[in-house]
């Protein structure tokens, strides 16, 4: 156990829709980072966040927003889902941004679009 | 830009008989880390062993080292008296410097098989 919760674990929903996930980091961890994985693929980075400020953008979707909260948890908003966004979504923590801070990553959220 | 690239998208090794997964990256960064990621049936994300691009030294993790050739950029895995519980998606991973973020790079990942 990596001490960063994700829920929920699995969500099934319908293209069109919008669905939030969510991240708990680890107690103490300041940064969140948001990946995708689909099918057979590697994690891919989405965005960061550190103490509340974005830090950086990877490949993002416009239909795509996150934010972090004054407790550190996260929130990843998908809108206007298409099949494609069918992936799981992983959040990791770490304690900075530092070169050695090492990220803890949780057990994921898997999305299916219908 | 930085990449990450595995080769090798299946192995197989027999049970107690020994594995490397091939890993090679570009940067034009001088420091920097390097992970080799676990992913089972259940999706998690484990972390098998990490190396320091500063340190020389080879990492060790039990039955898990690596072979990092900083000149050539290249970080393979070595998997000795492989077990059942081995089998699994394993993923390269390279820890971005740039611009603060420090967001890590995967390669595509290789499936390992367990043959009993």
């Known amino acids: 156990d990596s001490g960063v919760t994700q829920t929920p674990k699995h969500l099934i929903t319908a293209t069109g829709q919008r669905v939030t996930l969510r991240c708990s980091p680890r107690?103490?961890?300041?940064?969140v980072y948001w990946y995708q994985q689909s099918l057979d693929q590697g994690l891919q980075f989405l965005i960061q966040y550190y103490n509340g400020e974005e830090r950086a953008k990877g490949n993002i979707l416009e239909r795509f927003s996150a934010q972090q909260f004054p407790d550190l948890h996260s929130e990843l908003n998908l809108s206007s889902l298409e099949l494609g966004d069918s992936a799981l979504y992983f959040c990791a923590s770490s304690v900075g941004t530092g070169v050695s801070y090492e990220q803890y990553f949780g057990p994921g959220t898997r999305l299916t679009v219908t | 830009a930085q990449t990450v690239t595995q080769s090798q998208p299946e192995m197989s090794v027999q049970e107690a008989e020994t594995v490397t997964l091939s890993c090679t990256y570009d940067?034009?960064?001088?420091?920097?880390?390097l992970f080799w990621y676990k992913q089972p049936p259940s999706r998690q994300m484990i972390l098998v062993i990490r190396q320091e691009a500063y340190k020389q030294q080879n990492a060790t993790e039990n039955r898990f080292s690596v072979n990092f050739q900083k000149a050539a950029k290249s970080f393979s895995l070595k998997i000795s008296d492989s077990q059942l519980g081995d089998a699994a998606m394993y993923f390269c991973a390279y820890r971005d410097t740039t611009s603060g973020t420090y967001k890590y790079i995967f390669g595509t990942g290789t499936r390992l098989k367990v043959l009993a």
């Open positions: 107690s103490g961890d300041l940064s």
């Open positions: 940067t034009s960064e001088s420091d920097y880390y």
